[in-house]
């Protein structure tokens, strides 16, 4: 009896759909690796709401504690007043402030402990006013140097030492000037000066 060969077929489509289901033998069975991405530039937006302006009040602070060491360091431009007045006159507008100023019986010493008490020791304003203030009180404080220099060391009305004595006091006064200029303006625009001889001494005193 002749035997009759069995031939076994799939359909059409399970063909397919085999053939959809095993792997290409050139292409790799596992997804490729993912390269790292850079950071995200910076956008004006996010550099816009990272900034923070300083508030008014602190700058409205800091600048007016730099006219303390300004009145106190005015004495020192006499000499200069003398023999140029022109300079004196950017400093007329003044004149009323500093008249009540020295009409008030110990106003300096009530103006320093003031600032000193009720902006740099109150932890409830910001290390920008304090700062400032620090600032402002360690130079006016440095002021005090060359009057008691010149109380123990009298320089007499003539000769040598009172031209060195009118030159320190000249030198001393533009010093004072620059730094009140220096740190009003910086104050007004909410920066934070750096006033040489003084900033790191007051930095150390927050710290």
């Known amino acids: ?24 033998p050139l292409k790799p069975t596992f997804p490729p690796p993912r390269l790292p991405q850079p950071p995200p530039r910076p956008t004006a937006t996010t550099t816009k709401c990272s900034y923070t ?3 008014a009040t602190d700058r409205l602070i800091s600048a007016a504690a730099y006219f303390l060491p300004l009145f106190n360091g005015l004495q ?12 004196a006159a950017p400093f007329e507008p003044l004149l009323p402030l500093l008249s009540l100023y020295h ?23 910001s290390r920008y006013a304090r700062l400032n203030a620090l600032q402002a009180l360690v130079l006016d404080v440095l002021l005090v140097v060359p009057v008691l220099l010149q109380r123990i060391i009298s320089p007499g009305r003539s000769g ?32 934070t000066p750096y006033l040489p001889f003084v900033a790191e001494a007051a930095a150390r005193q927050l710290d």
């Open 76 to 87: 020192y431009g006499r000499f200069l007043f003398t023999k140029y007045p022109v300079l």
């Open 160 to 191: 040598i030492a009172l031209k060195l004595t009118a030159w320190a006091y000249s030198g001393l006064f533009v010093f004072v000037v620059g730094c009140f200029v220096y740190g009003l303006v910086a104050s007004v625009l909410g920066k």
């Open 53 to 55: 302006p300083t508030p």
């Open 1 to 24: 009896m002749a035997s009759i060969p069995l031939r076994l077929s799939l359909p059409l489509h399970h063909h397919r759909s085999t053939a959809l289901l095993l792997p290409h």
């Open 103 to 125: 009409s008030v019986p110990y106003a300096s010493f009530v103006t320093f402990f003031g600032f000193y008490l009720g902006i740099v020791r109150n932890p409830s304003l």
